[in-house]
């Protein structure tokens, strides 16, 4: 079974400019979940959908940060502007809606970030 | 207050100890306690998992939960150096993978020493 993949792994951009990030969930996986990871702190999550819709995006930055998931299967995080604090790896993960196996959510590897 | 504390480390090991891991939390509520491992530029993955208070073995990982605490361990027996990583605990409230949000502690970085 293929994992979350990611992409891409790593980016560098300056301050202010714009960056977007691509998930693709295992397939059948109806909740996606953006996470960020600040370099030694756990994942925070930035926003969760459910098929379509947003099931919490209580810690999205708004005024920077967006993300969609058309079609229930992809996702796409932008980040417009980049200020320094965004440095940090953004993890996508994915879970079956309601799974058998102990609530297994399962991680990409991450887009590592870094604004100069 | 963090609602999740966790001691960053680094913790070293020799091969072959005992290795005890842990967690405190403040919300009485959460529910549903979990471990996961980090391998360096790699993303979490499920260790262990467990709904309320009690014990759970899987193999040289044994998970605890303390409700009355509100404290969590992961014990590693016969640590191995391919054990070397960061464990993260975390917690919901709910059921995760519906609509609970994970809180994640801040990782302890692990190494086995051969």
């Known amino acids: 079974e293929a994992g979350v993949a990611q992409s891409p792994r790593y980016k560098i951009i300056e301050k202010r400019q714009s960056v977007a990030f691509w998930c693709n969930p295992i397939?059948?996986?109806?909740?996606l979940y953006w996470y960020q990871q600040i370099l030694g702190q756990g994942p925070k999550l930035l926003i969760q959908?459910?098929?379509?819709?947003?099931?919490?995006d209580s810690q999205l930055p708004k005024d920077r940060f967006s993300a969609e998931r058309l079609k229930g299967v992809d996702s796409t995080l932008k980040i417009q502007p980049a200020k320094l604090e965004d440095s940090a790896v953004y993890l996508c993960?994915?879970?079956?809606?309601?799974?058998?196996?102990?609530?297994?959510?399962?991680f990409g590897e991450g887009s590592w970030l870094t604004v100069v | 207050q963090k609602e999740v504390e966790q001691d960053p480390g680094p913790l070293s090991v020799p091969e072959g100890a005992i290795v005890s891991l842990n967690c405190t939390y403040s919300?009485?509520?959460?529910?549903?306690f979990m471990w996961y491992r980090q391998y360096s530029r790699k993303g979490p993955e499920l260790l262990m998992y467990?709904?309320?208070?009690g014990n759970k073995e899987d193999g040289r990982f044994t998970a605890q939960v303390d409700k009355s605490s509100k404290y969590i361990s992961l014990f590693i027996r016969d640590s191995q150096p391919s054990d070397s990583a960061t464990y993260l605990c975390?917690?919901?409230?709910?059921?995760?993978?519906?609509?609970?949000?994970?809180?994640f502690g801040q990782g302890t970085t692990l190494q086995v020493k051969p």
């Open positions: 993960a994915s879970s079956l809606e309601r799974s058998s196996s102990g609530n297994t959510i399962y």
């Open positions: 397939s059948g996986h109806a909740t």
């Open positions: 959908f459910q098929n379509n819709g947003v099931v919490d």
């Open positions: 919300n009485s509520a959460f529910q549903y």
């Open positions: 467990t709904y309320s208070s």
């Open positions: 975390a917690m919901s409230l709910t059921f995760p993978s519906n609509t609970g949000k994970l809180i």
